[in-house]
């Protein structure tokens, strides 16, 4: 992708996740009546909010004709799964097992900030998206937006812990001190893509993901300039989440991860060479950037191969004649 | 409807990235009032918007047009003037606040980045004025919204910037980027970098319990919420601007701009010219044709477009691009406050009530 064409036109966004949490005419009664903690010692906000906030929404909803008037259950608070969005997703998939695939390409990691030299560049979510979708109708294959599954083991985050219960802050830092595991717990996740039938999805770790899927204590908490990522370990660890689902038909879930490609010095400076001029940094650093994001693509491009390749080893005709 | 009242072309600074034409004219009371009469004529309720220039060079006739007002009633009006701070005293907020007249002041947050732009005639940064006129204002209206632009050449202070608003005090941050100025490739960088460290501390804010508004996140966060709000900017429908002179314009950056008059005070509001550039602002842009973001982006503010594009039909790159960065990283950080379950996010962003039980808790405790 060049980034010529990022910056000096109006490119419309071709595939965007539909948010992880609700619209109005989605949202639950039991999420409304939760009160802020500094609401709760003023008796007049805790007793009448909860009441009115139900009741304004919904006159707040009549004039609004693309919002549902009756606002569906609350769901399970479950990190990083909220419910499916009620205007494009489909029925979620239930009773599904596991063929999960991290592809690897680019070895995803690096670092940012104050001393980190020749920092990677990042693939963002929406342009990989694209490109996965872009690679697979090469191969006749459409994808939507995922449905959500259920039964995927994730770590649970320390907040997750804490709100549960705020003594456990003790049993983090010791688990922390002694190095023990994290602890894991089945939930619901929504994948960023997938087949209408839903026989084949697709992940793509970017860097938002990877904060869920690794949990460093090293890293947690604490404040640098430095800022470093492994897209492909939390890749492998998606896979381990995935693969604890263990009943159903089986679905092909693909994981891939943003490279984090680094353009090569010598391609860097044959580019630069090519322009005939002396570039000021800026210019130079444009001309890198530009080199790591086709770098990027090109590896995100030989993940996907390296996942029909493996498809097609396994003898999964369905999936390479999709 | 809202009216913006351009009481004076004349300002007391001369900041650096002023889109307005200054000059020495001043709009009469009369005007005003006549403006006044002939938009909200069938109205239950309307905003009068005092503008400039700087309005409070105005400050006499801001509250002679607003006693005249109160005598029309029962047609409900509320007031707003947007200053620059200089002339903000504690009499004139005792003055406003008899009014019942909000406040918005133009701050760039830190000093540093202030007075890079907003400087008087000789060039001399005006933070002591602004910072002072924060002071003042927060202590008599804790809800003013402070309105920040941020320039390619001050956007390493943007998130410092708003932190620093708010640890002055402010509640409302009101961030415009200047999508006018020059963004090279190292300030867009630097602008997406500042957005994820005002993230990081949006995310910190709520994880505290911290009442804020930041409008370029919670601006984006309500177009996922609330579907169809936000994303039209109802050019000239919900708002007219008036020159000094009494001419009718369709929003604050089209004034003075030739072509784009919707009539003139006395004569009448040309209702029919005003509906073609509305629906010729509606229409859908050809190059944002497919785009998952219609609906939640802002593609057709016609200020934005004419200003940068000259014409309402296109859109500025750096804006898509800009969008299409913003979009996603607002997306994740509501993902996770939701995830959570924070109940200020929830409160804040699914209860209508949210304003008045904030209001009363400030009042209780």
């Keep these: 992708m060049m980034a010529k064409a990022m910056n000096d036109e109006v490119r419309p966004l071709r595939k965007y996740k539909t948010p992880r949490y609700p619209t109005i005419s989605e949202i639950g009664e039991a999420d409304l009546s939760r009160i802020p903690a500094r609401w709760s010692g003023v008796r007049v906000l805790t007793s009448t909010l909860g009441a009115v906030a139900m009741s304004l929404k919904s006159l707040a909803m009549d004039g609004d004709a693309e919002s549902p008037k009756t606002p569906p259950a609350p769901t399970a608070v479950v990190p990083n799964a909220a419910k499916p969005s009620a205007e494009k997703r489909e029925a979620p998939v239930t009773d599904v097992c596991p063929l999960p695939l991290a592809a690897l390409a680019g070895n995803g990691a690096g670092a940012f900030g104050c001393v980190a030299m020749n920092p990677p560049v990042m693939l963002p979510e929406a342009e990989a998206l694209e490109i996965i979708e872009r690679e697979f109708k090469k191969r006749g294959i459409d994808l939507v937006d995922a449905p959500e599954i259920d039964g995927v083991e994730a770590p649970v985050s320390e907040l997750e812990e804490k709100q549960k219960n705020p003594h456990l802050v003790a049993n983090i830092l010791l688990r922390r001190k002694f190095g023990e595991e994290e602890i894991r717990k089945k939930r619901k996740w929504m994948l960023d893509l997938g087949t209408k039938d839903g026989s084949m999805m697709i992940e793509y770790i970017s860097d938002d993901d990877e904060r869920c899927w690794i949990r460093d204590p090293e890293r947690d908490g604490i404040y640098s300039s430095v800022s470093g990522y492994s897209m492909r370990r939390a890749a492998e660890l998606a896979v381990k989440g995935f693969s604890a689902r263990t009943e159903g038909r089986p679905v092909k879930i693909g994981v891939f991860y943003d490279p984090m490609a680094s353009a090569p010095k010598d391609v860097v400076e044959k580019r630069i060479k090519a322009t005939g001029r002396k570039l000021d940094w800026r210019e130079r650093s444009e001309i890198e950037d530009k080199c790591g994001r086709e770098l990027a693509e090109q590896k995100l491009v030989a993940q996907i191969e390296h996942f029909f390749d493996y498809m097609a080893r396994r003898n999964a005709p369905d999936a390479a004649s999709h | ?365």
């Design chain 2, 1 to 365: 409807m809202h009216l913006t009242l351009h009481l004076t072309d004349r300002c007391n600074l001369a900041c650096r990235y002023c889109y307005a034409r200054h000059g020495t004219s001043d709009m009469s009371v009369e005007t005003a009032l006549c403006a006044i009469e002939e938009c909200t004529a069938g109205e239950s309720n309307a905003g009068i918007i005092f503008f400039g220039g700087e309005p409070l060079l105005r400050m006499d006739a801001i509250f002679e047009i607003i006693d005249e007002c109160e005598r029309r009633r029962p047609l409900a009006f509320h007031y707003k003037v947007t200053t620059n701070g200089t002339l903000v005293t504690p009499e004139f907020l005792s003055r406003a606040r008899a009014r019942r007249l909000h406040v918005a002041l133009s701050c760039d947050g830190l000093p540093s980045a202030h007075d890079r732009h907003r400087v008087r005639e000789d060039g001399s940064g005006s933070s002591p004025e602004a910072l002072r006129a924060l002071g003042l204002l927060l202590a008599d209206q804790p809800y003013a919204p402070v309105m920040m632009t941020v320039n390619h050449d001050t956007v390493e202070d943007y998130a410092d910037g708003v932190a620093y608003l708010c640890s002055c005090g402010a509640k409302y941050v009101i961030s415009t980027v200047n999508f006018q100025a020059d963004w090279d490739e190292a300030a867009r960088r630097r602008l997406w970098k500042e957005y994820k460290r005002l993230a990081d501390w949006y995310l910190d804010a709520y994880r505290r319990e911290e009442k804020i508004y930041f409008a370029a996140f919670d601006k984006r966060i309500a177009t996922r919420i609330w579907p169809g709000r936000g994303a039209s900017c109802q050019l000239g429908r919900r708002q007219v601007s008036v020159a000094p002179d009494g001419t009718y314009y369709p929003c604050v950056q089209f004034v003075g701009r030739a072509g784009y008059e919707l009539g003139r005070v006395g004569q009448g509001l040309d209702v029919t010219r005003r509906t073609c550039m509305f629906e010729r602002n509606e229409r859908a842009k050809p190059l944002c044709a497919g785009c998952a973001l219609e609906g939640r982006c802002n593609n057709r503010c016609g200020c934005l477009n004419i200003s940068t594009m000259g014409t309402l039909d296109e859109v500025p790159p750096f804006f898509c691009e800009h969008e299409r960065f913003l979009f996603p990283l607002v997306d994740r950080l509501a993902e996770r406050l939701y995830a959570e379950r924070n109940a200020l996010f929830l409160q804040r962003h699914y209860n209508p009530a949210f304003p008045i039980a904030s209001i009363l808790e400030d009042i209780l405790t």
